[in-house]
């Protein structure tokens, strides 16, 4: 199974300056997606951006961007302008191709907790 | 379009009793995975459903657990003589049919279950 780690159990940032979240995975496969996931603290999952592996270009939605870095099995997310409404829980996902025998099961980093300061 | 719905949001159980948790999908949906998050711990999948059907169950205990997808009515994970250590929350996804681009999973709120 593939493992997706997240090293920063915490993370702290002010009001309106940037952040950037760490994920790492271990996989064999080619091809794959990773995912972003807010759970703030009504617990909701909210999928905050998606990056295929077979793309390049790194995933852009609005204030949230990705460091997609294939070779190096890292997949970052920077929180940019940050407001207070972004403070939660951020977790990193991996899943595997739909056509392989597991493409279908989301695989969780423990997540980082991200503190929004005014 | 009304999201997927979990329910009861939460559910408070004694030792040797026994837990079901209900989950309708997102309409259009006939996918369904579930997922436990224990505290402190990313959600870990448990078992993939479509409807009259398992497809995948590897995440599931292999005793207490049992999971279904009736053709009508929702998905309902049941857990029997529950122990203090399934106190967890408990998630529900949905997704269109793996033909669909990005087979987005969508989330349910979760059901917090309490074993005292």
């Known amino acids: 199974a593939q493992t997706v780690t997240q090293s920063q159990p915490e993370m702290s940032v002010q009001e309106a300056e940037t952040v950037t979240l760490s994920c790492t995975y271990d996989?064999?496969?080619?091809?794959?997606?990773l995912f972003w996931y807010k759970q703030p603290p009504s617990r909701q999952m909210i999928l905050v951006i998606r990056q295929e592996a077979y793309k390049q270009q790194n995933a852009t939605e609005n204030r949230f961007s990705v460091n997609f870095q294939k070779a190096a099995k890292s997949f970052s997310l920077k929180i940019s302008d940050s407001q207070l409404g972004d403070a939660a829980m951020y977790f990193c996902?991996?899943?595997?191709?739909?056509?392989?025998?597991?493409?279908?099961?989301?695989?969780f980093g423990k997540g980082t907790s991200l503190l929004v300061t005014p | 379009n009304a999201g997927v719905m979990q329910n009861p949001r939460h559910l408070v159980r004694r030792r040797g009793q026994e837990a079901r948790l209900r989950c309708s999908p997102m309409k259009g949906h006939s996918h369904v995975y579930w997922y436990r998050q224990l505290p402190e711990e990313g959600l870990k999948f448990m078992v993939y459903?479509?409807?009259?059907?398992?497809?995948?169950e590897s995440g599931m205990p292999k005793e207490r657990f049992s999971a279904e997808f009736p053709k009508e009515g929702p998905s309902i994970l049941r857990i029997q003589q529950v122990v203090r250590g399934d106190s967890a929350a408990y998630f529900c996804?949905?997704?269109?049919?793996?033909?669909?681009?990005?087979?987005?999973?969508?989330f349910g709120p979760g059901t917090r279950l309490t074993v005292l």
């Open positions: 459903l479509q409807k009259e059907n398992i497809i995948d």
């Open positions: 996989t064999s496969e080619s091809d794959y997606y």
């Open positions: 996902a991996y899943r595997s191709d739909l056509n392989s025998n597991s493409g279908y099961a989301l695989n």
């Open positions: 996804a949905s997704s269109p049919p793996l033909a669909a681009l990005y087979n987005e999973q969508f």
